[in-house]
């Protein structure tokens, strides 16, 4: 069982930026693929970025990219989310998922377990 629990959230004006935390409580942590994915109210949730095992090779949407920046470290069981130049439109509950692998490979999908999620409001 992995619980994952996300901080990090908060109200901010656009432009502004934010870091998005999420602890993992499991025993080896480089053994897991994470990922950041994000709901807005009335939508599906979507994918905004991944990371490796190692933390080697990241992934992004192309609505993120440039301004978010996935980061891990394992020795203390977090993965991060630097969000930078905020919109509007990132508007959502932010939450973190990981996926065991025996690969260190970045991934999208698949994953197994998710957090609670931390509440992001960007205002115009």
């Known amino acids: 069982q992995v619980q994952l629990v996300e901080s990090g959230g908060g109200l901010v004006q656009a432009g502004a930026s934010l870091r998005l935390s999420c602890a993992a409580s499991v025993r080896t942590f480089s053994s897991w693929a994470m990922g950041w994915f994000r709901q807005a109210p009335g939508k599906e949730r979507e994918f905004v970025a991944a990371?490796?095992?190692?933390?080697?090779?990241?992934s992004y949407a192309d609505s993120v990219k440039g301004r978010f920046t996935i980061s891990r470290d394992n020795a203390l069981n977090t993965v991060y989310l630097q969000m930078n130049s905020l919109k509007p439109e990132d508007t959502a509950r932010y939450f973190c998922?990981?996926?065991?692998?025996?690969?260190?490979?970045?991934?999208?999908?698949?994953?197994?377990?998710w957090g609670q999620g931390t509440q992001v409001t960007v205002t115009s």
């Open positions: 990371i490796s095992r190692s933390g080697g090779t990241t």
């Open positions: 998922a990981s996926r065991r692998l025996i690969v260190d490979t970045v991934v999208t999908s698949g994953y197994e377990y």
